[in-house]
């Protein structure tokens, strides 16, 4: 049996089994197992391991002993009553026995039955629609409901169920590989090997070939010590990779039952592996697993993780969900399928035609990983497809289904999939993912409308291709047509932790590009050179589209800088954007990253609809809105480009630079105990100083304080408590690999960059939380050392500090300031030179004073607070968001605006308006 029996075989099958039950006497211990047996024969499953027959268990109500009248592990349990017994008491007596089972032996159905009644219960439906009830004689009509006996699931994608099951799956598969890696197996051998029984699994349980047909093999043909295990596995998979013409007439006959698959899936030859009797036990643990229950989408984010000990330990924790996969094809090309599928509900030509552009649409992930994209792409697409037909279907229009469905005879066929992944392990994955997906993709088709392309045998065609997507041809790998989709999730390297190899490659995706030319290219991240290979494929096939996901920082900062004049030059334009939201990374154990969504094409590509999703909290639900334009900083505005700027743009306004840094081994500061100490040091007190860090001043403690011996004293410096650090300042320094820093070894006394102000100045932290609607600043004297993780401003008046508390300053800052994952990284030269600030008169100077002095007021009615305390959202004092909101309208209003603003992407426009005004004037 190559494939599942049609839907019209199990109808006829069911319409037979009633006739021959019809007259039955319904009697419990005489008939129940005949009856059972018959009705899984009808859904081919004929053979006695396929189910157990009075399979002894536990009532949980009771602990006693009883017998579940059938089981087909993982799937069904069955449950026989006489004629005329109350059904809902069998289903009761029935879910008694669930709890002892073993967890992959855990039905998801239970049937209930007096022979001349059924009741079905599906554990997983929602409450209301978990139950269906028939008669025998209704049967036929109700095979659908059976159907999964024969391979055929219906289930809603993405599901928590699939979840589920899909972690529990790949529990079982890392058990299998921890047994194999003792086998001595490499590397190469282990990964196609797994990938074979990950099929062959799936093939037992999804109607690929008769059910638990791998499962009687191992029962049947290998021997309890598992000694054999590995030599039969290794005919079978030989076996399964040739056609039944080819095959000796003298095979084995249980082996020549399973089907050829080709594909390439058993074609290379392997060593035989050693196996003993656990592994051949945990083989058939993973037998008894349903694995039909498992999702394609999220399964190879799992099975690529059963490698690593400690990804092992962790599995279920982290992978990539379906609905962040759904965050980037939606918008980039699935919505507006959908859309006009909905549109064409009623216009046959219409739906036609939306055929058509479905089978001439080509998908593309130059960075695939275990093929997730790529799986739910094809399903979706597979899913509407079958939506299209049914719908001409019911208009009265058969023409788009042929009376025997081919491959050829799809719109959307798995060779319009294309992927390219570096490593073996992970493509591997992602080709027999789109291989069970594209199965599962069969059995719904067959399922709605009785005929469906053969699973098997599989055809040849590669369409994972494994190498350096940055030095292939995308354009040969993908084939040809003006709909070409690219997406993905390339890897993110920051361009100082490239490796030389990752070096060469951003050299040898820009050198081509001439227009790139003086946009220091080589300092781009590493996930932007896929960007310059999509603009190079869009360059060739002008209706492309693009959506990439990358983290936070390439729409920021100096990445966006170079990013937003590139793409510009290279003709391209953002579409649709989700700001920044966690994204949790396929890799257990790894962190969850803080990531964007770019979807971008050409700058002529018609119909344009662009798109902007913000998220309130990056962990929480995004929301739309329709921006007129869209640059590549995710605002609603032109692509203008800040430049970076050593002083301020606007005359007047006090410079701003990082603190000084002691690169001192830490020798140079104190804690309260040493403080204590040296102030009670005539030498030694006249230099001690408080000392501030960004943490320091935002969460108040621990206080530190510095030695500051820039003027001291040589006597003093020979004081032994400052002797001793100084010598150990010496040796950290020399220790280090920085040249400069080793030169100041020889002025130990001396910070390694002194820029401390001589009179009072302002300070904000270098980086601060994006929870804070406003970046907490103060003022400090100039005895106050100010650490390199602080901004200061020298010379600052209380007007200018208001500015920089303000939520103009903050609309800037969102925008154009670097990130340290999510967090406000502030460098004077990007995110506070280039604002363009309007001309205050003495009076608005005035009037911003008193606004910050009533800042200042209400942060010292809480003394025992915190400037972290004070500024976090859910805590913030009313009196003190009351002063900041005043200080906001004095600022917008100087700004131009009529009344308060209400967001700051309204103030981002006006200081667009005011940085357009200020380059019109300069002639720039």
């Given amino acids: 049996m190559t494939k599942p029996l049609s839907l019209n075989e199990l109808r006829s099958r069911c319409a037979e089994f009633a006739i021959e039950w019809r007259d039955s006497s319904g009697d419990e211990r005489q008939e129940a197992q005949s009856f059972v047996r018959d009705l899984l024969a009808a859904f081919g499953i004929t053979e006695t391991r396929a189910a157990l027959y009075e399979k002894r268990a536990q009532r949980t109500s009771t602990g006693g002993q009883g017998y579940i009248d059938a089981l087909v592990p993982g799937l069904l349990l069955i449950e026989m009553k006489s004629a005329g017994k109350n059904l809902g008491l069998a289903e009761i007596q029935a879910l008694d026995y669930v709890d002892d089972l073993p967890d992959t032996e855990q039905p998801r159905y239970v049937l209930t039955s007096d022979f001349k009644r059924f009741r079905l219960l599906d554990l997983l439906a929602p409450k209301g629609a978990d139950t269906v009830e028939f008669s025998l004689d209704e049967l036929p009509k109700h095979t659908e409901s059976l159907a999964f006996l024969a391979g055929y699931e219906t289930r809603t994608f993405g599901s928590g169920e699939q979840e589920a099951a899909s972690i529990k799956a790949a529990k079982i598969m890392a058990e ?7 086998s001595g197996y490499d590397d190469h051998e282990a990964s196609i090997f797994l990938v074979r029984v990950l099929f062959s699994l799936y093939a037992d349980d999804s109607g690929i070939w008769e059910r638990d047909l791998f499962t009687e093999f191992i029962e049947m043909r290998t021997t309890s010590d598992g000694t054999d295990l590995g030599a039969q596995l290794t005919m079978l998979f030989q076996v399964m990779n040739q056609p039944r013409e080819r095959r000796a007439s003298t095979l084995d006959e249980l082996l020549a039952r399973f089907p050829y698959v080709n594909g390439g899936i058993f074609s290379e030859p392997l060593s035989i592996p050693s196996f003993d009797r656990v592994m051949r036990d945990k083989m058939l643990a993973a037998c008894a697993f349903n694995w039909s229950s498992i999702s394609p989408a999220i399964f190879g984010s799992l099975f690529q993780a059963v490698k690593s000990p400690q990804a092992r330990r962790e599995l279920g924790e982290h992978y990539t969900t379906e609905t962040n996969i759904r965050k980037t094809i939606d918008p980039l090309f699935f919505d507006e399928l959908t859309e006009r599928f909905t549109a064409a509900q009623h216009d046959t030509k219409m739906l036609k035609k939306l055929r058509a552009e479905l089978a001439n649409l080509r998908l593309l992930d130059p960075a695939c990983g275990c093929g997730n994209f790529l799986v739910v792409a094809y ?16 208009l009265g229009d058969t023409s788009q289904i042929p009376l025997f ?13 294309a992927g390219i ?14 291989r069970l997906v594209d199965h599962q993709a069969n059995m719904q088709m067959e399922l709605a409308l009785g005929k469906a392309p053969d699973t098997l045998p599989l055809d040849t065609i590669s369409v994972i291709h494994v190498g350096n997507a940055l030095r292939m041809d995308w354009n040969e790998v993908v084939p040809a047509s003006d709909s070409t989709i690219v997406m993905g999730n390339p890897p993110f390297i920051g361009m100082s932790w490239m490796n030389k190899v990752q070096q060469a490659d951003n050299r040898q995706v820009f050198t081509p590009i001439n227009e790139a030319k003086g946009l220091r290219t080589g300092r781009l991240d590493y996930v932007a050179c896929w960007y310059a290979k999509a603009a190079d494929l869009i360059a060739k096939r002008p209706l492309s589209r693009v959506a990439f996901v990358s983290t936070n920082s390439i729409t920021q900062g100096e990445q966006a800088r170079t990013m937003v004049p590139l793409l510009e030059r290279l003709g391209c334009e953002v579409d649709f954007g989700h700001r920044t939201f966690k994204w949790t990374s396929e890799a257990p154990g790894a962190a969850a990253v803080h990531c964007v969504i770019v979807g971008f094409s050409s700058a002529k590509r018609p119909n344009k609809r662009r798109r902007l999703f913000s998220y309130p909290s990056i962990t929480g639900q995004p929301i739309e809105t329709v921006p007129e334009r869209l640059n590549f900083y ?70 530190r304080w510095c030695l500051w011996l820039g003027d001291a004293q040589p006597q003093h410096l020979r004081h032994p408590f400052i002797k001793n650090r100084l ?51 103060t003022f400090f004297d100039s005895d106050v050392i100010a650490g390199n993780k602080l901004i200061i401003f020298p010379d600052a008046k209380p007007w200018h500090a208001a500015l920089l508390q303000s939520s103009m300053f903050m609309a800037w800052v969102e925008t154009f300031a670097g990130r340290l994952e999510s967090r406000y990284s502030l460098a004077p030269g990007l995110a506070y030179f280039p604002i363009p600030w309007p001309e205050f008169d003495e009076r608005a100077r005035q ?18 607070a915190t400037l972290a305390d004070l500024y976090d959202p859910a805590a913030m004092p009313a009196n003190l968001l009351d002063a900041h909101t ?32 200020r380059m019109t004037e300069s002639g720039t």
Wanted: charge should be negative; aromatic fraction near 6%.
């Fill in 886 to 917: 005043a200080l906001d309208r004095a600022v917008d209003k100087a700004f131009g605006a009529a009344s308060l603003l209400r967001s700051n992407d309204e103030r981002l426009a006006l200081l667009f308006e005011h940085n357009n005004a």
């Fill in 379 to 394: 399903r979706d697409l597979r899913a509407l497809e079958l939506r299209i037909l049914l719908r001409l279907q019911e």
């Fill in 634 to 703: 995710l605002f609603d505005g032109p692509n203008n480009v800040p430049v970076k700027l050593s002083k301020p743009l606007v005359e007047g306004m006090p410079n701003a630079h990082k603190g000084s840094q002691p690169t001192d081994g830490g020798h140079l500061l104190l804690d309260e105990a040493q403080m204590c100490e040296a102030v009670q040091i005539p030498e030694v007190a006249p230099y001690v100083r408080q000392f501030v860090q960004a943490r320091d001043m935002l969460q108040g403690s621990p206080r």
């Fill in 727 to 777: 010598d150990q300042v010496a040796e950290a320094r020399l220790k280090s690999p920085t040249a400069s820093v080793q030169e100041y070894a020889a002025k130990p006394a001396l910070f390694t960059q002194n820029r401390q102000p001589k009179g009072p100045y302002f300070a904000l932290p270098e980086v601060s939380s994006e929870n804070r609607r406003w970046i907490p600043g």
């Fill in 405 to 417: 469905f081919e491959r050829d005879d799809l719109a959307v066929k798995l060779e319009h999939m």
């Fill in 847 to 864: 009037q911003l004073t008193d606004r910050i002095d009533q800042i200042f007021e209400a942060r010292e009615s809480y003394r025992d």
């Fill in 421 to 434: 992944e570096v490593e073996e392990w992970p493509a591997r994955i992602a080709a027999t993912a789109l």
């Fill in 176 to 182: 299998l590989y921890e047994s194999l890696e003792g």
